[in-house]
Each structure stands twice: as C-alpha cells, then as structure tokens.
C-alpha cells in the first residue's frame, strides 16, 4: 500500500521531481463506498472545472478533525453521508490548478467513508455527477495513477472481508 515506509519515501521523492521544492498544501478526501450484492462499490464525482472523476475532496478547516474534513466534503460535493473512519486509506499528491494559473502541489489524505444516506438535493448538485462503480472502473476513471491505486487496494481489503466471515468487523 502506498502509506508504508517504503513507498513514502517513493512517493516523496516523485513529489521533488514534479514539484522542485515547493511546500506541499493539505487536502482531504472522502473515499465513498458501500457494499452492494457482494460487491464494493465506490462513488465518484466530477471535477467543476474538467469534469473528470475525482474523490469529493478540500481543505480542512482551522481545528476540524481531518476525517470529519473529508466527511463535511462528501456531504457538500456529494451529497452523501455516513460513518468516515479516522484511519486513512492512503495519500497522493497531485498539482491543483489555481485560479491564478499556477499549479500548486497538493497531498490528499483519503479516508474511507461507508455511505448511509444520499440525499436528492445537495449543495454542489448542479456543478457534479456522482455515480457508483465498482471498483475496478473507479481505479481506471480516475486520473491520478497512486488515487487509482488507493481505490483498487482499498476495494480488495473490503471484498476479501466480506468473503471471509471471520474478518468482518469495521473498516
């Protein structure tokens, strides 16, 4: 998985080759999911600006857990809700656009969240398209090679769980 020891450093030093020695800025993701006939499913929105799938993600506010972070993201980009866990399920870095042009390197912290309501109207429904995938079709819609790799790693966790009763529990 990407968090160990191992791959961080990898993952670092992919961060100094894209990004030179600019400090990284903080985000967090949601990483929604729900288990649908035995299957894991994963639901994705779209970007604002390019319409490419992506994990409701944004800033933390000032003192707010950063679970909850991510939790208050899905709620505001998705429309959705239910149990975020404190444990991430990994982190990548990818370049955000900024409105001024410059391209800022970002670290997303993803944190799994089991949906348990999704609402008919939310805030950014006009803006986004959500939908449920399996996870397979989420690892390969997404643009961020390591984001894919999450998905796919956390997908495969949560089916194995489900296929043996002995490791069933929380997430």
């Given amino acids: 998985m990407l968090t160990g020891p191992h791959s961080h450093a990898h993952l670092a030093e992919r961060v100094r080759k894209l990004f030179g020695t600019v400090p ?4 967090v993701a949601a990483l929604p999911w729900r288990e649908l006939d035995g299957t894991v499913e994963v639901m994705l929105i779209t970007s604002r600006d390019t319409g490419r799938w992506v994990l409701p993600k944004g800033w933390p506010e000032a003192r707010e857990p950063l679970c909850e972070a991510a939790a208050r993201e899905a709620g505001e ?5 239910g149990q975020v866990s404190a444990l991430e399920a990994g982190r990548y870095f990818y370049a955000k ?16 969240l089991q949906v348990e309501e999704v609402a008919d109207r939310w805030k ?3 803006q986004r398209t959500r939908r449920w995938m399996n996870g397979e079709e989420a690892q390969r819609q997404v643009a961020e090679p390591d984001l894919g790799e999450i998905i796919g790693h956390f997908c495969a966790s949560r089916q194995n769980r489900s296929e043996s009763p002995s490791l069933h529990g929380s997430f």
Avoid: N, T, W, Y
């Fill in 124 to 126: 950014e429904k006009r």
């Fill in 97 to 112: 656009a900024m409105p001024s042009g410059h391209d800022v390197p970002c670290e997303v912290l993803v944190f799994p």
């Fill in 77 to 81: 980009e998705a429309g959705i809700s």
């Fill in 24 to 27: 990284c800025r903080l985000q």
